[in-house]
């Protein structure tokens, strides 16, 4: 059944949506900016992965910097499906099959190395998380409700400030 | 108004050539077994373009059994309905399809039916045994598959749920239609699935029933629509209330558990422990300060994007919020923990929820990106040297030689072809 107020929502949303990333886009130096830092902050993240290789072992080549650089974005594009909390397990899966498929690693050493790089990471985001909860006085269980109630809310279409 | 028993609803849209003798007939037959004053015809006139609105100002006038039900905006068949009843004055709610597709002589059984207090809600079916229907094949198939999906999905006994001729008393239609969400075709079919659910009592009987030329209906709207509705009303008595987030959670985590059990089919568990244990635990912390660098470049970044949004902040409270949303995003399944940020940054910062969610999307946007081409360029690297067609055999190879220990090995490294 079309509905006309579902869709004037839909289209008022995509249009905030749309309008929120032009702001970013549309200033060349805004875009270049954050453009960069996502990729430098990329970037950190393969050379995490690539320290826990050379703790594996692994010794450091043109070809393994640049598998890792695959493993690691795969990885994250697996958990953009949001099935596991932290994308546990779709991570660890796709890393293991591009490192097994693409270097001389074995599969359970492949498997192991992706394990550890991603509990290191989740590690550090958790421990990070709990000095930021005690330091900004934040409780989590709290955050998660109150969003939700704001989300529901920010389904009214609204135009950005 | 406080005399009317019984209140038929004629759902008009745009039938002017047909809605006078509806009503004529309607009255007359009303008339034959109900008592003079008991009962009233409102005619729920929904936002028509033709001539009907008049027509049914005009009928109102003449006779003060006639009632007129006008909306400028069209409100759809269902939300009509809802909003005539909730003008009606009787104890009984009667409506039918304006064209008397189904034969009039039914009316009384109808009516009577729910007057009598022996049930709540009647309705005509043209798919049982002793019904006269005779209509075209296509809207037999459709019609049967339709009526099927609603018995098997949403557990009803009926045979017939789209049937325009139906009753049912003012306490069913008060308990009913605040839950009934659906204003268009699929209201009939939601107020009869949810009565039965709530364990009304529902009769069906069937009726000789003849279509009319154009009945408005077709057939992408019936499949999609109507579907679309079963699936929508199945998940909202089914399947919603039963998800809670314990279930999501343990869907999620089981979900994890049979992929890493897998995994473990085709890897030696002790094998790949073997390697944990094996590796040097220094470098390990060293990878943990190298991840920690990249934090304050969030923090500045999401600064950066929130500057340009309009609202300056400061780096270290918003590496701050990330961690804590990235947190949530890590305890809490279905990315729960993105709402997290936009409730730190409005409740520390008064930054408003649009602009906390808005500046989330945009980065996600940017690290979408970021991959991506990251991926992307390793990718045209591997393609440009063949490197693809040995992620394939490997996964081939690893399903061949699951049973070996240590799993397989490729003796060369990519670029070597190079």
Redesign the interface.
């Known amino acids: 059944m079309s509905n006309d107020s579902y869709a004037d929502y839909v289209a008022g949303a995509v249009e905030q949506f749309v309008g929120d990333i032009e702001r970013v886009v549309s200033d060349r130096r805004a875009f270049a900016r954050v453009g960069l830092g996502s990729l430098l902050i990329w970037v950190v993240d393969v050379f995490t992965a690539l320290v826990v290789f050379w703790a594996f072992g692994e010794p450091m080549t043109v070809a393994l910097v640049a598998v890792a650089f695959f493993a690691v974005s795969v990885g994250n594009l697996a958990k953009v499906l949001p099935l596991s909390p932290g994308g546990i397990g779709l991570y660890e899966g796709a890393f293991t099959v591009i490192v097994v498929g693409l270097t001389t690693v074995a599969a359970p050493a492949a498997l192991a190395i992706s394990i550890v790089d991603h509990a290191v990471k989740n590690v550090v985001t958790v421990a990070g998380g709990l000095v930021s909860m005690g330091w900004l006085n934040v409780s989590l269980t709290t955050a998660v409700e109150e969003s939700r109630e704001a989300g529901d809310v920010d389904a009214e279409p609204t135009t950005p400030d | 108004m406080s005399d009317r028993e019984v209140s038929v609803v004629l759902p008009a849209y745009n039938e002017e050539a047909t809605i006078e003798r509806t009503i004529t007939v309607t009255l007359e037959t009303l008339a034959s077994f109900l008592p003079a004053g008991s009962f009233e015809v409102i005619i729920a006139e929904d936002g028509c373009a033709d001539r009907t609105p008049e027509i049914a100002a005009r009928l109102a006038g003449e006779d003060d059994r006639v009632r007129h039900c006008h909306s400028d905006e069209r409100l759809?068949r269902g939300g009509a309905l809802e909003y005539a009843f909730e003008r009606a004055g009787g104890e009984t709610l009667v409506y039918f399809d304006t064209d008397l597709a189904t034969d009039m002589r039914h009316l009384e059984e109808l009516v009577e039916t729910v007057r009598s207090g022996e049930y709540d809600i009647a309705t005509g079916s043209r798919w049982m045994p002793g019904n006269e229907a005779d209509r075209p094949p296509k809207r037999t198939v459709s019609s049967l598959g339709y009526n099927w999906l609603v018995r098997r999905f949403l557990q009803s006994d009926l045979q017939d749920h789209q049937c325009g001729f139906k009753a049912l008393s003012r306490e069913v239609f008060d308990a009913l239609s605040p839950h009934v969400e659906?204003?268009?075709?699929?209201w009939d079919t939601e107020l009869l699935v949810r009565a039965q659910r709530d364990g009304y009592r529902v009769r069906e009987f069937p009726v000789e029933w003849e279509p009319k030329g154009d009945t408005k209906v077709d057939l992408v709207?019936d499949v999609f629509?109507m579907g679309?509705?079963i699936l929508r009303t199945w998940w909202q008595l089914s399947v919603s209330p039963r998800i809670t987030r314990r279930v999501s959670?343990t869907a999620?985590?089981l979900?994890?558990f049979v992929?890493?059990a897998l995994?473990v089919v085709?890897?030696?568990p002790a094998?790949?422990?073997?390697?944990?244990e094996?590796?040097?635990?220094?470098?390990?912390a060293?990878?943990?300060l190298?991840?920690?660098?990249?934090?304050p470049?969030?923090g500045?970044?999401y600064r950066?994007?929130l500057?340009?949004?309009?609202h300056s902040s400061n780096t270290w409270?918003l590496?701050?919020?990330i961690?804590?949303s990235?947190?949530?995003?890590?305890?809490?399944?279905?990315?729960?923990?993105d709402?997290?940020r936009?409730?730190?940054v409005?409740?520390?910062r008064d930054i408003?929820?649009?602009?906390g969610?808005?500046?989330l999307?945009?980065e996600r946007?940017?690290?979408?990106?970021?991959?991506?081409?990251?991926?992307g360029?390793?990718?045209v690297?591997?393609v440009a040297t063949g490197?693809t067609d040995?992620?394939?055999?490997?996964?081939a190879a690893?399903v061949r030689s699951s049973s070996r220990p240590?799993?397989?090995?490729?003796?060369?490294?990519?670029?070597?072809r190079r």
Do not use: C
């Not at chain 2, 094998?271 to 944990?276: N, T």
């Not at chain 2, 408003?352 to 602009?355: D, L, N």
């Open positions: 759809g659906d204003e268009h075709w699929f709207r629509g679309s509705q959670m999620g985590s979900l994890v992929a890493l995994m085709y890897l030696e094998a790949v422990l073997d390697a944990i094996g590796a040097d635990l220094g470098l390990v060293l990878s943990g190298v991840y920690l660098a990249s934090w470049l969030r500045l970044r950066d994007i500057d340009r949004l309009g409270f590496t701050g919020a961690f804590i990235q947190t949530g995003n890590l305890v809490f399944p279905a990315r729960l923990g709402g997290v936009a409730y730190v409005k409740a520390r408003p929820y649009p602009t969610f808005a500046s999307a945009v946007v940017f690290d979408l990106l970021s991959i991506t081409v990251l991926a360029t390793v990718l690297g591997l490197g040995r992620i394939a055999a490997a996964i690893e240590g799993g397989i090995r490729i003796s060369s490294v990519v670029p070597s």
